[in-house]
């Protein structure tokens, strides 16, 4: 597989992180480089990860991960962005940088948004590609892209506070229903 095809598969794999990017930046009051460069890591990390514990893993179990992968991402991407609406519409202010990027959160996060990677990585393992050099490109690219989705989401955040954190919560339950009637 050449780089332009691996490059592709790290794009498509990476929109999920970056519309939830998008939603982290939404949250955040003023545009933070350590939001960006956390949410970079969790997701491109896990994007990463999970090609590799596909290609190693996943073809001896990909029947049990593909009957409930979507019913797990959908569940915390629901449970995720209810909590974002619920916060904005009782006016909480629990949205500072620290968390925003809570460790629970963030994994939930990235475990959702990284569940297709590992279909991804079993394909691999079919394919014969190398990887390392696979999972390098397609995690270099959701860093990239969630980095700037938090500036995105920052930007608009910053000016329309209350409504824009509610369209958050709203994108990431509808990102998970999506991910759901996508599988069903």
Not at 16 to 21: K, P, T
Not at 61 to 77: Q, T
Not at 117 to 141: E, P
Not at 151 to 166: L, V, W
Request: overall charge negative; hydrophobic content about 55%.
């Amino acid at each position: 597989m050449d780089f332009l095809t691996i490059f592709g598969i790290g794009i498509a794999l990476s929109m999920d992180a970056f519309s939830v990017s998008i939603c982290k930046g939404l949250a955040t009051n003023k545009f933070s480089l350590k939001t960006a460069i956390i949410c970079g890591l969790w997701f491109g990390g896990f994007q990463a990860l999970m090609p590799v514990i596909g290609y190693f893993f996943g073809a001896q179990f990909e029947h049990f991960i593909v009957a409930i992968d979507h019913w797990i991402a959908f569940g915390l991407l629901l449970l995720i962005g209810a909590n974002m609406i619920r916060e904005a519409v009782k006016g909480e202010e629990s949205e500072s940088s620290d968390s925003t990027t809570a460790f629970k959160t963030m994994f939930m996060l990235a475990v959702a948004t990284s569940i297709d990677a590992l279909a991804v990585g079993v394909s691999f393992a079919f394919l014969q590609v190398n990887i390392w050099i696979s999972v390098l490109i397609i995690g270099v690219t959701t860093f990239v892209f969630s980095f700037g989705g938090v500036a995105i989401g920052n930007f608009f955040g910053a000016r329309y506070s209350k409504p824009a954190e509610i369209t958050g919560g709203v994108i990431l339950i509808l990102l998970g229903t999506k991910i759901l009637l996508e599988h069903l």
